[in-house]
């Protein structure tokens, strides 16, 4: 049963920084993501990485890092320099194979149930 669980969100005051998790379990997997959703906006794409490459939305890109640990199958995202426009519930997702297409929900075949992040002003 292929299970990706998330932990790491909390509460932070803005220029804070927090490192968000996923354990990903089940079965090895290819490009792997985060996406996040904030109250009343629909989900975004907010950065992923392939086996060495890695891709960032222009929102966060300079203050978020992803990043992989395939031996422990698991996913991270550094998050510094906080806003409080980065709140949000964060989800990671997985896909079964290598893709481009960072941003495209759809292509994305796993998802985890989402951690908050509150950041406050």
């Known amino acids: 049963q292929v299970q990706l669980v998330e932990s790491g969100g909390g509460l932070v005051q803005a220029g804070g920084s927090l490192r968000l998790s996923c354990a990903a379990s089940g079965r090895t997997f290819g490009t792997m993501g985060w996406f996040r959703q904030a109250p009343g906006k629909e989900r975004e794409f907010v950065a992923a990485v392939n086996y060495d490459t890695t891709g960032y939305a222009a929102a966060v890109k300079g203050r978020f890092t992803i990043s992989r640990d395939n031996a422990r199958n698991t996913l991270y995202l550094q998050m510094n320099s906080l806003k409080p426009e980065d709140t949000a519930v964060y989800y990671c997702?997985?896909?079964?194979?290598?893709?481009?297409?960072?941003?495209?929900?759809?292509?994305?075949?796993?998802w985890g149930q989402g951690t908050l992040v509150t950041v406050s002003s």
């Open positions: 997702a997985a896909t079964r194979k290598y893709i481009s297409s960072y941003p495209i929900q759809e292509d994305y075949d796993y």
